[in-house]
């Protein structure tokens, strides 16, 4: 059929990126097409993919099979993923060069199935402190993330439930024990301490009233820390509840 037509390049696996043919500048070459006729393009030079690949294990060192690693572009919102086999390997092949955002989690069937801390890249339970993968042509990132353990599928690490006197057998994470604003999956990715209520002010719109929800620390202070994440600055920002 006659018309305008971008293409479309697929690596099929052989190291060549997938994604749309693009011209020096980076933009999409459109190609017309005359109704009823053939057009030569000529050739296509294909770009040299890059490469996310590792191991998901649990706590215990072991592979996790079920889970799913995302690799999501920020500049076009395209999504890449890959399953772990019995292995607990993954491989997800001809990435072109970009910017992306990686995520491991397993999903579930039953409520009473054990379950894992969905991690954002670098391995952390805090998407306001991902760090972004900046991924050159042909280049290959390994990253082996270490999933904890969460069998009551609250989103919190059993063993970080159990050190602060939480249950880890019971889906708490929208629990206030000290009555501060923050809940415990809030304190949990923030790494305060669910019972001290001592958060006077968390650096930028100040701490929420006693009982009440709103955006809590993972909204408008979590800007900051989105922030800071984004622009690689360093660890997990540990003052932003004050004690």
């Known amino acids: 059929h006659g018309g305008v037509y971008t293409a479309q390049v697929s690596g099929g696996g052989a190291g060549v990126a997938d994604g749309e043919w693009r011209d020096g500048d980076g933009e999409p070459v459109r190609v017309e097409v005359p109704p009823g006729g053939d057009i030569d393009v000529g050739t296509v030079d294909a770009v040299a993919g890059g490469a996310v690949a ?4 649990d706590a215990a060192g072991r592979p996790v099979p ?6 999501t572009s920020e500049r076009t919102g395209a999504i890449r993923f890959a399953v772990t086999p019995p292995e607990g390997t993954y491989g997800i092949v001809d990435l072109p ?10 999903d579930v069937g039953c409520p009473t199935d054990g379950g894992y801390v969905p991690l ?10 991902a760090q972004p993968v900046v991924l050159s042509a042909g280049e290959a990132v390994a990253w082996d993330p270490e999933l904890p353990p969460d069998n009551d599928q609250d989103g919190m ?3 970080w439930e159990l050190r602060e006197g939480l249950r ?3 889906h708490d994470a929208g629990l206030d024990p000290d009555l ?4 415990n999956l809030d304190e949990y990715r923030l790494g305060t301490d669910p019972h001290d ?3 006077a002010s968390c650096g930028c719109s100040g701490a929420p009233a006693a009982g009440a929800r709103g955006w809590g620390p993972l909204g408008w202070c979590a800007v900051g820390l989105l922030v800071a994440g984004r622009a690689r600055r360093g660890q997990p920002n540990r003052s932003a509840k004050p004690r």
């Open 197 to 199: 209520a001592n958060a």
């Open 180 to 183: 501060d604003g923050y809940d």
């Open 157 to 159: 690490d059993d063993r």
């Open 97 to 106: 060069a970009d910017v992306y955002e990686l995520t491991v989690r397993v």
């Open 54 to 57: 590792g191991t998901v294990r």
């Open 168 to 170: 880890p057998d019971v």
């Open 66 to 71: 079920g889970a799913v690693v995302v690799a």
């Open 120 to 129: 954002w890249f670098p391995g952390t339970p805090n998407p306001g402190l």
